[in-house]
T-cell receptor, first 110, second 112 residues
Framework: QKEVEQDPGPLSVPEGAIVSLNCTYS??????FMWYRQYSRKGPELLMY????GNKEDGRFTAQVDKSSKYISLFIRDSQPSDSATYLC??????????FGAGTRLFVKA | DVKVTQSSRYLVKRTGEKVFLECVQD?????MFWYRQDPGLGLRLIYF???????EKGDIPEGYSVSREKKERFSLILESASTNQTSMYLC???????????FGQGTRLTVV
């Protein structure tokens, strides 16, 4: 079983839609959860991070962690064409290692 | 503006060649990383370094080596390139015990 599972998509939505991106993980000891956004032909950039369970909101983006089900989510409200990118979930395992999901490609159509 | 710069955006090399990928960061970060990114597999850690001249193997170090002679520079070396090393290579850096990593723009390497 992979430590982090993420559906690679692609996911195509119309402009203005609410987008839900998800990952599952296997180790209940993980505490730091992140979402990176990667535009085409660019490196990933940190979008949001959360510690332990709960929600964190930043503008149109909400990151959610459910440790009981080992499920992490990223919600994008009022999606825009500029949100078209690959979104990678990531988990800091402590020490130097970060585990990345495969990434979900998102297309927002105008 | 923080910056991680990789020396090449695109490279085409022949099987058996020795290949050098260079990465420079201007943020005085102690930690530096090399990942490869393949469709469906995400980012996989090849090597990392937490100080000058220090290096640690990641998950897939076979066929690769690294060099860190200066704090700002981290090089990835493919000793004898093979076609299964065709991939996107990403360099990253961070402060110790800090979650966020800063990535370069990536080098797309094709081995023919």
């Amino acid at each position: 079983q992979k430590e982090v599972e993420q559906d690679p998509g692609p996911l195509s939505v119309p402009e203005g839609a609410i987008v839900s991106l998800n990952c599952t993980y296997s180790n209940s000891a993980f505490q730091y959860f992140m979402w990176y956004r990667q535009y085409s032909r660019k490196g990933p950039e940190l979008l949001m991070y959360t510690y332990s369970s709960g929600n964190k909101e930043d503008g149109r983006f909400t990151a959610q962690v459910d440790k009981s089900s080992k499920y992490i989510s990223l919600f994008i409200r009022d999606s825009q064409p500029s949100d078209s990118a690959t979104y990678l979930c990531a988990i800091d395992t402590g020490g130097f290692k970060t585990i990345f999901g495969a990434g979900t490609r998102l297309f927002v159509k105008a | 503006d923080v910056k991680v710069t990789q020396s090449s955006r695109y490279l085409v090399k022949r099987t058996g060649e020795k290949v050098f990928l260079e990465c420079v960061q201007d943020m005085d970060h102690e930690n530096m990383f090399w990942y490869r990114q393949d469709p469906g597999l995400g980012l996989r850690l090849i090597y990392f370094s937490y100080d000058v001249k220090m290096k640690e193997k990641g998950d897939i170090p076979e066929g690769y080596s690294v060099s860190r002679e200066k704090k700002e520079r981290f090089s990835l070396i493919l000793e004898s390139a093979s076609t299964n090393q065709t991939s996107m290579y990403l360099c990253a850096s961070s402060f110790p015990a800090v979650t966020e990593a800063f990535f370069g723009q990536g080098t797309r390497l094709t081995v023919v």
